[in-house]
């Protein structure tokens, strides 16, 4: 929290502002800002907060500002408190890290930090400031931090104000310092500085009382400011012409220890408050944080609240609004001694304030801080409120985070409200933990029935019943027992009765890497699922408000692709694009986008490829689809694989395997693009290593296995490991012959072409001859396919998809050698590989990038390349 006092262009004071300039700390944190990492420690009240916050201000650097508290102790909670900070700078930033969720893992991490490295402008300052760092001790978030300031930004420098040194390593990985520190002995006022403030405040004093004043107070800012206000406050000791106060020497006593802070507060700040203004602060007490508008609200409540705010305003150097983070912020000591304070107020009075506060951060979607003020007011019907506004799937963090405040709280809250198990139960799934949802829910259900019938036990019911079909749909891929549809009918029934629909976010599906979980390639299996699936899609989206709309079709268009059945497929996959649109399925439909490009692809039609890319970019307008950002990414990363434009994948993608955190369900679809990305870059035992990690909820379907192995058959085959390749070839065919499954090896083109032709060569055992050779023409047929569309999609296919050819004619005067430097970064090279393909040096690469970023007000490669394309 700012530790306002005395500094750089700091108001001291009430209405009349009065600015303290201290060019010396302004210096050291000049001088500090060329290392990667500050370490700004000292105890409360020495100003460390102020002096970053001003100096920051008016050297006017991009800054992102995080307020830490204890409760950043839990990872998604901090994680959201940082992508909150994140947004003050860039909201699609905040976006992409708020899907990816809080980085545990070293794997997590360089998926984390691949983010920023498309996004961070180069010729920018950044600055990260985290405040209170001292009261961080969690060793995920501890770590977290010591990856990050060691990450390999130049341009990017962290903060870390703390009372105390922080408990992490400072050095990089190579061993050298990444921290300059600046202290509490840097931070004390020297005499001559508290002589400055003293004149500036009109007050003088004598050298015995300056000696004094400066030993007592030490140079501590804190115990300067109050030994001011009670100078100015006291009875004069003498008169002066000028009508300054004047001191003889006599009327100073040391009053400004540190034992008697609380007491000076009440005397000299708290004293002259009329008693509403006080209650009010007390209760500001209370948040954990004051954004503009909480305050506000807080203060409607009172009978006068608008003066409230403007007298609260007035008091000076102990309230601040920081305009970093939009919110006020109180001085440490002043809010200790707030604290002590809340026991005046009444049980319901704090309840009102955190009931205020929960509802803010709700709206603002602030969840975990809502649910934690939720559950100090003692409302767990705020908190089931709150998860109703959640996904179907809630992210990892948030579910864990919830569900163990529901379980430390609950146990006779749950006696008397049944919704809760509702509410357990889809924190369970969301967890993966479905055998201990299916038992808590298969023991209510009883319960509820004896009851007399009324809307609300309908309600559960059909809670408790849509769950358990869900978890029976998941659970289907290994069982084949597809006797859920019948829950889907009770939930159905149910819901009739109860008159109760449920709405987004709930009511949008979260769909697995394949729409067709079934985990056998025994003929006809498939056929029998969709045939369920397409009996309980219209109870479900009757029951929870078109959830699973268009489902049933995707499925029959998937069937159909992997047959390479086109046309049957392209029909589908159009049909479920409409009705997932109708029903608000927005995985749905970004699901059956991503077929119809596969599909378009396959056919050679350019064009509609062109309008499908397009729409996926469209739809990241969607602040409601809450996890497209990782969608596009595996889409576009699939597609670049395809056309050997590799450089175009999202950097996380690019990592060693680590999943994201939505949705857990759809991590093989991950895995896959992973894999193939590895293949494409001829790192083929990354590749195989990406395959093994496959982790879907309970195994990968039929189709998984099929993709995989085909995969793995082509891999091991440019291994040298010619048994490998047709042992693995041999069992993807086995997976792939029951539902004449063709396309996973068509869409390996080239590869499986070569494979398939040395098979046909050698008469590999158990690999039939028609097979082999029409799988070598389909993928000769598809290879030529691919060949033309990278030629048509060289470039960053969210911007035009026509770099390579836009840098040949850009109608900006680019000097020959800058478009030839242009041409190989719009085809990925990094400058080094620049360098040598056309024999010059690094620097002078450098120079030519910069006069071209200049000549077309790019600010990045991406940036330059999209420019080029546009004057086309």
């Known amino acids: 929290m700012f530790e306002e006092l005395i500094h750089s262009n700091v108001p001291i004071g009430g209405d009349n502002q009065i600015y303290l300039e201290r060019p010396r700390i302004d210096q050291l944190l000049e001088r500090a800002l060329e290392s990667r990492t500050i370490i700004v420690t000292a105890g409360a009240g ?34 959201e408190n940082f992508t909150g900070a994140i947004e003050a700078i860039s909201k699609e930033t905040a976006e992409r890290l708020a899907e990816t969720g809080f980085p545990e893992t070293e794997r997590q991490f360089e998926r984390y930090l691949a983010i920023p490295q498309t996004l961070v402008i180069q010729s920018v300052k950044y600055v990260f400031v985290y405040d209170d760092f001292h009261l961080i001790q969690d060793k995920k978030v501890l770590r977290f931090m010591e990856h990050s300031i060691g990450s390999p930004f130049p341009n990017i420098t962290s903060i870390l104000i703390s009372r105390s040194d922080p408990p992490i390593k400072t050095t990089a990985a190579r061993g050298e310092l990444i921290a300059a520190r600046i202290t509490e002995a840097d931070l004390k006022f020297t005499r001559e500085e508290m002589g400055e403030y003293f004149r500036i405040q009109n007050i003088r004093t004598s050298p015995q009382t300056a000696a004094a004043l400066y030993r007592d107070t030490e140079g501590w800012a804190f115990a300067i400011h109050l030994s001011a206000l009670f100078l100015k406050n006291a009875p004069p000791l003498g008169g002066s012409a000028s009508g300054r106060r004047i001191d003889t020497g006599h009327g100073y006593a040391p009053i400004v220890m540190r034992s008697n802070i609380f007491r000076l507060i009440e005397t000299e700040i708290m004293g002259p408050l009329r008693p509403e203004l006080r209650k009010f602060l ?28 403007e007298e609260m305003e007035r008091i000076g150097s102990f309230i601040s609004f920081d305009t970093y983070r939009n919110a006020y912020q109180i001085h440490h000591l002043f809010l200790e001694y707030l604290e002590k304070q809340q026991d005046t107020l009444t049980p319901e009075e704090k309840r009102a304030v955190w009931e205020t506060a929960a509802q803010w951060c709700a709206e603002n979607n602030q969840k975990m801080d809502a649910a934690s003020y939720y559950e100090k007011a003692g409302n767990f019907n705020g908190i089931i409120t709150l998860i109703y506004t959640l996904p179907l799937i809630v992210p990892n963090h948030t579910a864990k985070f919830i569900l163990e405040l529901l379980d430390r709280k609950a146990q006779e809250f749950r006696k008397e409200n049944s919704a809760l198990i509702l509410v357990r139960a889809r924190l369970l799934v969301s967890l993966g933990r479905f055998t201990e949802a299916e038992d808590e829910l298969k023991g209510t259900i009883p319960l509820m029935e004896a009851l007399p019938p009324c ?24 069982t084949a027992d597809y006797g859920f549809a019948a829950l889907f009918e009770r939930a159905a029934f149910h819901s009739a009765l109860s008159g109760y629909i449920t709405r987004p976010p709930v009511s949008v599906l979260a769909i697995n890497s394949y729409i067709c979980r079934v985990g056998s390639s025994q003929k006809g299996e498939m056929e029998k699922y ?16 078109g959830c699973m709309m268009g489902m049933d079709d995707l499925a029959k268009a998937e069937l159909a692709f992997f047959r390479g059945d086109m046309p049957e497929a392209e029909k589908q996959a159009r049909t479920a694009l409409l009705r997932s649109a109708e029903g608000m399925q927005y995985e749905i439909e970004n699901r059956s986008l991503f077929y119809l490009l596969r599909i378009y692809l396959c056919s050679g039609n350019y064009e509609e490829m062109r309008r499908i890319l397009k729409e996926m970019e469209d739809r990241l307008d969607r602040t409601y689809y809450l996890n497209r950002f990782i969608h596009r990414d595996v889409n576009m990363g699939w597609f670049y694989t395809q056309i050997s434009n590799t450089a175009w994948i999202a950097p996380w993608l690019k990592n060693d395997f680590e999943e994201s955190d939505l949705n857990f369900m759809a991590h093989g679809l991950e895995i896959l693009v992973k894999a193939k990305y590895h293949f494409a870059e001829k790192r083929y035992p990354a590749a195989l290593a990406a395959l093994e990690n496959w982790k879907d909820d309970v195994g990968p379907p039929v189709l998984g296995k099929l993709e995989t192995k085909a995969l793995e058959a082509v891999c091991r085959y440019q291994m040298k490991d010619r048994g490998g390749a047709f042992a693995a070839l041999k069992q993807a065919h086995e997976l792939a012959e029951p539902n004449r499954f063709t396309m996973p090896f068509t869409e390996l083109g080239k590869d499986m072409r070569t494979l398939a032709l040395a098979a046909l060569k050698e008469n590999a055992p158990g690999l039939p001859t028609v097979w082999l050779e029409e799988v070598r023409r389909n993928a000769a047929a598809y290879a030529k396919k691919l060949y033309a569309a990278a030629k048509l999609f060289g470039g960053p ?14 109608p900006v005067p680019l000097a020959r050698r800058e478009q ?48 080029a394309a546009e004057n086309f």
């Open 797 to 810: 296919v969210a911007d035009t998809g026509l770099a390579r050819k836009a840098v040949k004619a850009v």
């Open 530 to 545: 969709i045939a369920v699936l397409t009996a309980i899609a219209p109870h479900a989206a009757r029951v929870m408000g």
């Open 282 to 309: 007390v209760k500001l007490s209370l948040c954990d944080h004051l954004p503009l508008e909480l305050p506000e609200l807080i203060a409607k409540a009172e009978r006068d609240g608008g003066k409230l705010i």
């Open 455 to 478: 809307s609300s036990i309908h309600r559960v019911l059909l809670g408790c019943y849509i769950i358990r079909g869900f978890i029976g749909f998941t659970n289907s891929i290994n």
């Open 46 to 79: 020495y100003g460390k907060t102020r002096a970053v916050y001003s100096f920051l201000k008016k050297n006017h650097y991009l800054t992102v500002w995080m307020q830490l508290s204890e409760w950043d102790n839990a990872g998604s909670r901090f994680w």
């Open 820 to 867: 030839e430097v242009l041409s190989y970064l719009s085809q990925g090279f990094t400058r080094e590989e620049i360098a040598a393909a056309l024999g010059l040096s690094i620097n002078t690469i450098k120079s030519n990038i910069r006069s071209i970023y200049n000549k077309l007000g790019a600010v990045n490669r991406a940036d330059a390349v999209r420019i």
